[in-house]
């Protein structure tokens, strides 16, 4: 297929702004509002070891790595780690969210935390069942001057999903 046709570009730009407006769109609904457990950071952290190993065993069945030092090998395998855990997040964190669990809600005093380059601005709020601090990303009512936050979520195996989170007085 010649490079320079519409039947080559028109196909591959559409699929690059298809994917990155998927990517924005669960990053802000699935990804702020899934907080993963203990469990869940583990089946993550195992997700990314064991799909970085599938390239690995690829390079070494083809003898691309003969030759080369120890320290060179676990570079390439650190650099296959770093490059699939994306990928492990996305499953990770969309399993958390589509799996069915127990729904629950909870009222507790919070402290507003204002937006960093990395996360947003929102109410920060201990969670008890996951046993640390979280930030819940914009949350209804007057965060400024209220001081009680009232969280509706749905736990399940993997970690907790926030479904709905307003101020009170």
């Known amino acids: 297929m010649k490079k320079a046709h519409f039947s080559f570009w028109i196909p591959l730009i559409a699929g690059g702004i298809a994917l990155i407006s998927g990517f924005v769109v669960w990053s802000v609904n699935i990804y702020r509002v899934t907080y993963l457990s203990i469990r869940g950071e583990q089946y993550l952290a195992c997700g990314a070891l064991l799909l970085a190993l599938v390239p690995m065993v690829y390079f070494i069945r083809k003898g691309r790595l003969k030759g080369k030092r ?13 490059c699939s855990l994306p990928g492990a997040m996305f499953v990770v964190f969309t399993a ?3 799996l069915e669990g127990d729904y629950s809600a909870w ?30 990303c914009n949350p209804q009512g007057n965060v400024y001057s209220d001081t009680t936050l009232y969280v509706e979520k749905r736990s399940n195996a993997l970690g907790i999903v926030v479904l709905w989170a307003i101020t009170r007085a």
């Open 107 to 136: 009222s507790k005093p919070y402290r507003y935390e204002s937006s960093t380059r990395h996360s947003c601005s929102g109410a920060e709020v201990y969670e008890p069942e996951l046993k640390k601090e979280i930030r819940i």
């Open 96 to 98: 958390a969210w589509l």
């Open 70 to 82: 120890l320290a060179d090998a676990v570079k390439i395998y650190l650099g296959f780690f770093i």
